[in-house]
Nanobody
């Protein structure tokens, strides 16, 4: 079992920045993939960024060049630095990890609102 707690969401003006953090606890040694997803009202949940244990990183097309995912294995956190925020980035952001290439765990979500 892995427990995830996100933090860092809030209200920001367009062009601003936010940093989200996701802290993992429990069976963290077997985490092989850490990621951030988001879900805007009326839309499907989509991948924002992901990072494998081997360091392979992938980003959603809409955030490339603006968002950066990073992890701190000592602290068991995965962060999402979001720069150049746009109103269309408004969503609830969720942290997801995969354990042993099989089990998925989700955080409770943290809302991000970007005003124009």
């Amino acid at each position: 079992q892995v427990q995830l707690v996100e933090s860092g969401g809030g209200l920001v003006q367009a062009g601003g920045s936010l940093r989200l953090s996701c802290a993992a606890s429990g069976s963290t040694a077997r985490i092989n993939y850490r990621s951030w997803y988001r879900q805007a009202p009326g839309k499907q949940r989509e991948l924002v960024a992901g990072m494998s244990r081997g360091g392979v990183v992938n980003y959603g097309d809409s955030v490339k060049g603006r968002f950066t995912i990073s992890e701190d294995n000592a602290k068991n956190t995965v962060d999402l630095q979001m720069n150049g925020l746009k109103p269309e980035d408004t969503a609830v952001y969720y942290c997801k990890v995969v354990v042993a290439y099989r089990d998925e765990y989700w955080g409770q979500g943290t809302p991000v609102t970007v005003s124009s």
